[in-house]
């Protein structure tokens, strides 16, 4: 099973694992430093021997003839006081002339001879756990006289070196042992403060319950990566607030909706069963009876219509639609109903849309419906069809009395008539205008409605077809 990481050990181990790295890369350039440094101390060294040696040499050539025992003389003088060095002068031929080493210098110059092939450059020389830097330099006849050509070699034993960058080296061993603990601490305590106001985030979200929907996340003091996230928090639990407020406001507006009609049921039949009755009587109640269910089971239906729609369960059979004329059979089917109250109806425009024609058929005729029902008596209700920008646009004017903002923005809530009171001052649900913004919605359209001098306007939006921009 794979262990879920908390983000507090995540950071720290990453911390840790930073800071080894970059130590270990210091430490190991710390000791590829110093090793450079200590190789370019012996070459100079080195060389500085081998030109002391040179003008020794040449000092004491006379007449062809070299002085060897006064060259080893002046050699020991000019070599006291150094430990770990080794000077020989010799022929070609392997003929010593002096030499020279320290005391403890155990390598004699005949280890030295053969690693000894590049004149001027400095070689290291390895013999058992010893390790010396060799140079030699090669001095010709002419500048020595009548001599052979000369080999002058310079040997000095490193050993204090190594011993240094060998202490050095476990020195940062345990060092870097010792930082691995210290760097997780350090990783851990940074990481606890850094997350300090995630904590606090988490500590604040955890006290919003269902009943402190309203509260909202602190957005100050914050660091700028997190002020994003709360902002996002926020932004969310205005949404669910919202959705929580509407689910509430719909559970209750339900409530009311089915208690009517059940109550109304109920109360009929108890006053149908309180006596003795005829056919005749018996039958009105269940004629009564049979309305209220057919008010339930259109609200049902309704209902349905409404969630599936809502939530893209509703398939649309995509056809040319041409709402000429389906609005047209709209309105010659709803012109008895809008004469009954002296109103009128007419059509403008023309429009084609793309979309499933039985949807769109009903979201027109709710529109129809709530413009004759809401009209004032004798008005005249207006639809006009046109095209704008690659969209169509269908807008149905009626007079009407006046809305206040409050109750327009909330037209298209669900149970919503426009009266305080909730009365059952018409026949309808409230759930006209909550399907057909949902049909457009699901036609990549849209319904708004506009107050203007006391004539309200619904405007359904919907994209053209292609062919008609």
Known sequence: MKRNWSLTSRLSIIFAGVMMSVWLLSSVLLVAALSSYFRHQDATLLTGKLE?????????VHAGKLDSASLARKLSDA???????????????????????????????????????????????EEDSWRY??????INAKSAGKLNDVLITAAYDTSLHDEFIGQLKRWLVWFNVALIFISVFLGWLVTRMGLRPLNEINRLASAITINSLSKRLPGHNLPAELKVTVAEINSMLERLEDSFCRLSEFSSDIAHELR????????????????????????????????????????????LFLAKSENGL???EKQDVSLNAELEELLDFFEPLAGDSGKTLSLQGEAVVRGDRLMLRRAMSN?????????????AINVLAEHHAGRVFIHISNPTENINRDSLNRLFDRFYRGDASR?????????????????????EGDLQVSMNDNVITFTAMMPAPREVF
């Open 52 to 60: 002391l040696a040179t003008e020794l040499l040449e000092g004491e």
């Open 79 to 125: 070599m006291v006081g150094h430990s770990g060095l080794y000077l020989s002068v010799k022929t070609t031929d392997n003929q010593m002339l002096a030499d020279y080493s320290s005391p403890g210098f155990l390598v004699p110059y005949e280890r030295f001879s053969d690693e000894a092939t590049r004149p001027g450059i400095m070689q290291t020389v």
């Open 133 to 138: 830097n060799v140079m030699v330099r090669k």
């Open 260 to 303: 009517t009609p059940v109550s109304n049921l109920m109360m009929q039949t108890q006053v149908a069963l309180s006596r003795e009755r005829d056919a005749e009587s018996y039958r009105e109640v269940l004629f009564s009876n049979l309305e209220e269910l057919s008010r339930l089971a259109r609200m049902s239906s309704d209902m």
């Open 314 to 316: 509703m398939p649309l």
């Open 367 to 379: 529109l129809i419906t709530n413009a004759i029902k809401y009209s004032l008596p004798g008005s």
């Open 423 to 443: 009365q059952h001052n018409t026949d309808g649900a409230g759930l006209g205008l909550s399907i057909t913004r949902s049909v457009l919605l699901a036609h």
